[in-house]
């Protein structure tokens, strides 16, 4: 059956994209679909997730995907957190939010971690959530020019490249969307359209 992909993220849309795939449901973006950007006006990841999906699957009459994610820094108490997009202003600027991140660090702790909430939600207003995390640390200058967002000057435990310098298929092999989607699909079943 057919899905609404419910985000506005293009980086996002491309990795969710390619782990949907393989289970042949059909995808069409909020954007295609004219479906308006909610606020995110929730505290947590879980909940942001949830208002997204909600809000498409109510909007299309179909069933919807949502991802909400963001980077959290121990030396910065977990900010950016749920405030990741929101760090690059209006002009979508990473370059500025990951010095943003950099210069607010100084000489505090640099470990890190994504997660990203997954939401799936019908528009009976049924839905379900999972949650996907993967550690790392944050390398200053930022390497790499593949991925999004602070993909540049993230670095997961136990790798020698930063997600920006990986390939697609290597960043896509397992971090945080890829932890949330494997518990994901065991849901989907469940429930189909
Ligand atoms: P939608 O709400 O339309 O999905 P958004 O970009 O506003 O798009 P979020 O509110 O969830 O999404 O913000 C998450 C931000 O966290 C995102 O813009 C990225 O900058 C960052 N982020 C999330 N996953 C990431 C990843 O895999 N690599 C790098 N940065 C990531």
């Known amino acids: 059956g057919k899905l609404v992909l419910a985000t506005h993220n293009p980086g996002k849309v491309v990795e969710l994209a ?81 010095a943003r991140v950099n210069d607010e660090l100084g000489d505090k702790s640099r470990t890190a971690h994504f997660i990203c909430a997954l939401c799936v939600a019908w528009p009976d207003g049924h839905s379900e959530v999972v949650e996907g995390r993967v550690d790392g640390t944050l390398v200053w200058p930022p390497r790499g020019g593949n991925g999004f967002g602070y993909d540049p000057m993230f670095l997961m435990d136990g790798q020698a490249q930063t997600y920006g310098e990986m390939t697609r298929a290597e960043k896509e092999a397992d971090n945080h969307r890829a932890r949330a989607f494997r518990q994901l699909v065991a849901l989907l079943p469940a429930r189909p359209a």
């Open 18 to 98: 390619e782990l949907l795939g393989p289970h042949g449901l059909e995808v069409v973006s909020a954007g295609s679909l004219g479906l308006p950007e909610p606020d995110e006006t929730e505290t947590t990841f879980i909940g942001n997730a949830r208002l997204k999906a909600l809000a498409a699957a109510t909007a299309s009459g179909l069933p919807a995907i949502s991802d909400d994610s963001g980077l959290c820094v121990d030396g910065l108490g977990g900010a950016p957190g749920i405030y990741s997009a929101r760090w690059a202003g209006p002009g979508k600027d990473f370059a500025v939010a990951m």
